[in-house]
């Protein structure tokens, strides 16, 4: 299984952990990363650029595709972000012929055409859909049991579901559950699972967007979990970064880890916790790996 590997910004930059883990998990479950296809893959321009002009935000991930197209393997991300953004541009496009056509004429400079069979998928769900639960599940050698784990997916993994495919492939709705399940750690759900991480409004509201990541962590602790784990990294930004001012405002100690999606199922697969750099997070995954019987 080979795939365009568009890894998406904040997995390059402020959550490198991510892209080392995926390197390493990818690697053993057989899912070979065609790299060099997307070095000159632009950003998808997140959620922002698309509210201010959707035309620029619908080129640009045309130009993805394309590139994605170009290499002759699938395109696949490890941004929930990147994701639901790609889904709806790429709606866009099939859906209206005469649109794409107008969007390609912007890309006939660069000698790049979207042919419209780009099918961007998340790691989470390749795993679910091509690997498959059961080989997951065969390849642990570690299991995670005894293990607590609340799944968080965020805003743009799981709607518009209309852009997502979830109607062709209904296993995605609960594909974090049946992750954590086949690495034999206790899914431990609670009702913020699907709502924002507080990210989006950082920086215009900071002080709501903290209360967002006290509420999603003290309600997932609350209910028993060791962890938390998505497959978003500007959910783990906000999660993870900002836990201990979300800490201090709640005015109760948290210390909830918040792992990446690669991370849990690496442990799981019995690889060391250096090469999945769980040290590079803000809330320790000491005790969490203590209790593992792992080494940090």
């Known amino acids: 299984m080979k795939y365009a590997f568009y890894p998406g910004c904040v997995a390059r930059g402020a959550t490198p952990e991510l892209y080392d883990a995926t390197l390493e998990v990818c690697s053993r479950l057989g899912i070979e990363l065609d790299i060099d296809s997307m070095r000159s893959a632009s950003c998808t321009g997140s959620g922002v650029l698309q509210e201010k002009n959707e035309r620029l935000a619908d080129t640009l991930n045309a130009r993805n595709f394309a590139l994605a197209e170009k290499s002759g393997h699938p395109l696949m991300t490890i941004c929930s972000t990147c994701q639901g ?3 709806q541009a790429n709606k866009r496009l099939t859906d209206n012929p005469e649109y794409l056509a107008e969007i390609n004429a912007d890309l006939v400079e660069e000698g790049l055409e979207y042919k419209g069979t780009a099918d961007p998928r998340h790691l989470l769900w390749v795993i679910l859909e091509d690997v498959g639960i059961d080989k997951l599940k065969s390849m642990v050698v570690r299991p995670l049991e005894g293990f607590k784990v609340a799944p968080f ?3 743009y993994i799981v709607r518009p579901s209309v852009a997502l495919g979830f109607e062709e492939h209904p296993d995605r709705q609960d594909s974090l559950e049946q992750v954590i399940s086949a690495v034999g750690a206790e899914v431990v759900d609670f009702p913020g699972k699907t709502l924002c991480c507080g990210f989006p409004i950082l920086t215009i509201n900071e002080k709501n967007s903290v209360k967002m990541v006290a509420n999603h962590t003290l309600d997932a602790k609350g209910r028993g979990a060791d962890a938390m784990v998505t497959p978003c990294p500007l959910c783990h930004l ?8 979300a800490a201090a405002a709640a005015k109760t100690p948290i210390g909830l880890p918040i792992l990446h999606l690669p991370q849990l199922i690496g442990l799981a ?4 916790p250096k090469a999945l750099s769980l040290s590079k997070h803000i809330i320790s995954t000491k005790k969490l790996l203590s209790e593992l019987a792992v080494a940090p």
């Open 85 to 87: 953004v790609m889904s």
């Open 238 to 245: 906000n999660l993870d970064g900002y836990q201990p001012s």
């Open 269 to 272: 697969l019995g690889l060391d």
């Open 153 to 155: 997916y965020g805003c």
